[in-house]
């Protein structure tokens, strides 16, 4: 042997074979950076959706359970039902279940579910983007809204498990309900959304979203047709029944109902989907 590695004597057809000890230590070292390096790529997919995902560097922090960011970013959406009256009632308070603080959509002008009469919209509008919620219900048949452009409704309503239900886009899709965490818990939604394209003045392409129900994709690349709810829903509720979709940007809106429905960690990306593809 002319070199200086180390040798190990194995058996193989009953006959001695050297291998060198340096040449097992290497291979071990490539799988075992492979697996790290593979195991680092999942959690960080992981870690793109669900409930206490952080903000991405490069996305925008609509509220972090700070009176300054609800004030700053947020305002009553002036609708035709619209009775609160600024600052924004929405109280702040500590978060139930774990540290921090939090925001409850329990407005007293909503009081007896009377949606429109003190929801918050962003004060920046939105086209394509992607979104990140996280939502606690309070109490059985609790009920709220995510509302996209101020818009599309994605559903929050303990106890609905039909097309007007929980994580559904309202009316238009079934309700993932199965994927629910329950009353007293935390919920996330994770939205890739795509405005609806014009041309000449017209709807040449409906509006499109992509949805992840407390880490779970529950749809893909979903068309959504119209608004649902009448002008006291959002913009363009009142145009030809919902029908009538204009090409105006909106806000990220939030529904009060009356409910001790409870908000946290909601930021957002600004994107350009040049394509019809929402999917993430």
Not at 146 to 154: G, H
Not at 204 to 216: D, H, P, Q, W
């Amino acid at each position: 042997m002319s070199d200086k590695s180390l040798y190990i004597y194995t058996t193989n057809s009953q006959q001695f074979k050297y291998m060198k000890i340096n040449k097992l230590i290497n291979q071990a070292i490539i799988l075992g950076s492979f697996l790290i390096f593979s195991s680092a790529m999942l959690s960080t997919a992981q870690a793109q959706v669900g409930v206490g995902t952080p903000p991405p560097p490069d996305t925008q922090v609509l509220f972090d359970g700070s009176k300054q960011l609800l004030h700053t970013n947020w305002t009553y959406w002036e609708g035709p039902r619209l009775s609160a009256e600024l600052p924004i009632k929405w109280a702040i308070e500590d978060d139930p279940v774990d540290d921090g603080t939090v925001m409850n959509s329990n407005d007293p002008a909503a009081a007896g579910g009377i949606y429109g009469s003190a929801d918050i919209v962003t004060v920046q509008k939105f086209r394509d983007f992607r979104l990140h919620v996280e939502f606690l219900v309070g109490h059985k048949g609790g009920n709220s809204g995510l509302y996209l452009q101020n818009r599309y409704e994605i559903q929050i309503l303990d106890g609905d498990s039909t097309m007007h239900g929980l994580g559904a886009v309202i009316n238009e899709t079934p309700s993932p309900y199965q994927h629910y965490n329950g009353v007293g818990k935390w919920n996330s939604y994770d939205v890739a959304f795509r405005a609806a394209r014009f041309k000449d003045g017209n709807r040449s392409e409906k509006a499109m979203v992509t949805l992840y129900f407390n880490g779970n994709k529950v749809y893909t690349n979903q068309t959504i047709n119209q608004v649902w709810g009448g002008a006291n829903s959002g913009i363009d509720g009142g145009n030809d029944e919902g029908k009538g979709i204009t090409d105006t940007p909106g806000g990220i809106k939030l529904q009060a109902e009356g409910h001790p429905v409870l908000y946290r960690n909601i930021w957002i990306k600004e994107l350009d989907l040049k394509k019809a593809d929402t999917d993430f």
